[in-house]
């Protein structure tokens, strides 16, 4: 036998043996016999990025699943599908398998309309459409030339056409869903097995697309001083794989977490059709309505079998009433079913939901996380002095309390938004919204209960004296009531007349204001 021949038919027998046999086998794996979901908060939930990304939480979960499948004797594809759609494959880890997992995939493409165009590209496919001249549904075979993304061009006998614009029913049909494309999230493992066996796994990995939170609603007392404080622990999960009956807890912390490998785009692309307009304004007839009597209009008229001509008249007594039937969003301060149990994790705090739960695809749950009744405060009325004001404005107003047992509390306070409630005759009306950060036990609490148009200040400058820059404060409070005010002053400050104190690393003037009176401070800053 010739060397070259011989040759030839070695370089075949090898590249032969490197390629994988078709009698491989693979194995689906679609049912989850138990789930665990642990989610991490987003690092930067404040960037504008995020916050442009709602659909997609920018924090990420530990998912654990045991499995049970039955695995073939020699080498196999295990294909475990239903995994979160933000998996990151490096992370992920197989345990139970007879032999050691050889290769793992993040079979990243799902099935969906755009996906299928896309993966048909230059290839045939079968056109429905509706003739717009005899009304017959006809079908014909077409090429798909472009798409998914900014409409779908189609090579039929007819030439160049583009799909949805004929303003009547079109669709395309494939001949089979390509390889590649899967209906869920899936993660291929590979491995090699001695043996036929059916044994349970377990699957670990980090998933991007979850995030959580903390939302306080805090109920003003009508004594003035204590209030109750509520908040739910509010899950997102951002991805289209939901988790029946998970064990479900949340992780608080600053938990420092490495960029991970770029991944697909993990939102589902979609099918976008563009058309040119085909319509003109005369295309329609102009739609008439009969217009209907008002309620206590003349002339009477009735529909339905009701009298639209009779008067009604609202006292302020039935609105009330009626008003009290509506359930109210403060109701969450009743005490809820099942409350987060809160557990330490090293220097980290642990959330556990004591009940298995649902965290759905692409949706929010919350869970009753804080209950505490009676928490006494302080209200603080603040300022800040800048350079001059145009006359008096309104204070800020805080509420203040202390994160201890004696005040009712005494837990770690995950960072989340604050609504401040307070009644109103009936109603349990919103006085503001703020923000809570991160608080450790023994640490003051405070947020924002809005402004007060009863205490105000104005900060005046005098004129400068060389390099000294004087200012006089005057609080006013018309509240039959003490008020608490802090001014918040410059760190270049030189003289005042009276003590200045530091909180929490700012300096601070704290006066109590008279009721019906005021207050004054002059102070200096020096250049330099």
Not at 190 to 212: K, N, R
Not at 290 to 317: H, M
Not at 322 to 333: E, F, L, Y
Request: glycine share 8%; aromatic share 6%.
């Amino acid at each position: 036998m010739p060397r070259r021949i011989l040759a030839l038919i070695m370089i075949i027998a090898a590249a032969a043996g490197a390629m994988p046999t078709a009698a491989q086998t693979v194995v689906n794996s679609e049912t989850i016999d138990a789930v665990s979901v642990t989610l991490y908060r987003d690092p930067q939930p404040d960037q504008g990025w995020r916050r442009q990304q709602a659909s997609w939480p920018g924090g990420y979960a530990l998912i654990t699943e045991m499995r049970t499948i039955r695995v073939p004797a020699g080498r196999a594809v295990i294909r475990l599908q239903g995994v979160a759609q933000g998996i990151l494959p490096e992370t992920a880890i197989v345990t139970g398998l007879p032999k050691q997992v050889s290769e793992k995939n993040r079979d990243a493409l799902l099935l969906s309309p755009a996906g299928l165009v896309d993966a048909y590209i230059k290839r045939s496919v079968t056109l429905r459409r509706t003739d717009r001249a005899t009304g017959k549904v006809e079908i014909e075979d077409a090429v798909i030339e472009a798409g998914p993304g900014g409409g779908v061009v189609l090579t039929t006998a007819d030439g160049v056409q583009v799909l949805g614009c004929s303003g009547l029913p079109e669709s395309i049909a494939y001949a089979a869903v390509p390889d590649g494309l899967f209906a869920r999230p899936t993660l291929s493992v590979v491995t090699d097995s001695p043996s036929v066996a059916t044994v349970q796994i377990q699957l670990s990995y980090l998933a991007e697309g979850f995030d959580w939170s903390a939302n306080y609603v805090a109920r003003v007392a009508d004594d003035g001083a204590t209030l109750d404080l509520f908040a739910w622990l509010t899950v997102k999960n951002g991805g289209s794989e939901g988790f029946a009956n998970a064990h479900t807890q949340a992780v608080a912390g600053g938990l420092n977490k490495e960029g991970a490998a770029e991944q697909p785009e993990a939102p589902t692309p979609e099918l976008h059709l563009s058309c040119w307009p085909m319509d003109v304004t005369s295309t329609h007839p102009l739609s008439r309505f009969e217009r209907l009597p008002w309620p206590g209009s003349s002339p009477r008229g009735r529909l339905n079998g009701k009298d639209y001509g009779a008067d009604i008249v609202v006292t302020a007594r039935r609105r009330s009433e009626s008003m009290q039937s509506v359930p109210m969003a403060i109701s969450v301060m009743s005490a809820p079913a099942m409350v987060a149990q809160q557990e330490e994790l090293g220097d980290l705090k642990l959330y556990r939901i004591p009940e298995p739960v649902t965290v759905a695809a692409q949706s929010t749950k919350q869970v009753a996380m804080i209950n505490r009744k009676k928490v006494p405060f302080a209200r603080i009325y603040t300022g800040q002095s800048f350079n001059g004001t145009n006359g008096s404005i309104p204070a800020g107003v805080l509420l203040r309390t202390e994160n201890r047992d004696s005040s009712e509390l005494g837990l770690p306070l995950p960072a989340g938004g604050v609504a401040v409630f307070q009644d109103s005759a009936a109603l349990s009306l919103l006085v503001a919204e703020g923000r809570l950060d991160d608080r450790a036990v023994g640490d003051d609490v405070e947020f924002g209960a809005g402004q007060s148009s009863d205490v105000r200040y104005e900060v005046i400058p005098a004129p400068t004296k060389g390099k000294y820059h004087p200012f006089a404060v005057r609080i006013t409070n018309a509240r039959p009531e003490p008020a608490m005010f802090e001014l918040n002053v410059p760190n270049a400050v030189y003289k005042t007349s009276d003590r200045i104190r530091t909180y929490k690393g700012r300096k601070i003037w704290r006066v109590t204001v008279p009721a019906n009176g005021e207050a004054k401070l002059e102070f200096s800053t020096k250049d330099g």
